[in-house]
């Protein structure tokens, strides 16, 4: 299965659920193609993330 890390709570619980990929920590859900389109534009936008 594939797990990524939840946006919100930061854990790595975020798992695909049809069309949808769910936090089980923090239950967030997020359709895949919001997911995809999110990533995508983190990558992009923000390549220095993660300084903390
Ligand atoms: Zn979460």
Same mark, same amino acid.
């Given at each position: 299965?594939?797990? #990524?890390?939840? $946006?919100?709570? +930061? @854990?790595? %619980? /975020? !798992?695909? =659920? +049809? ?9 967030? !859900?997020?359709? %895949? #193609? !919001?997911?995809?389109?999110? =990533?995508?534009? #983190? =990558?992009? %936008?923000? $390549? /220095?993330? #993660? %300084? @903390?």
């Amino acid at each position: 299965m594939i797990i #990524q890390h939840c $946006p919100r709570c +930061g @854990k790595e %619980s /975020l !798992a695909p =659920t +049809g069309a949808y990929w769910k936090c089980t920590v923090c239950r967030m !859900a997020i359709t %895949s #193609q !919001a997911w995809a389109r999110d =990533t995508r534009h #983190q =990558t992009v %936008s923000r $390549p /220095l993330t #993660q %300084s @903390k």
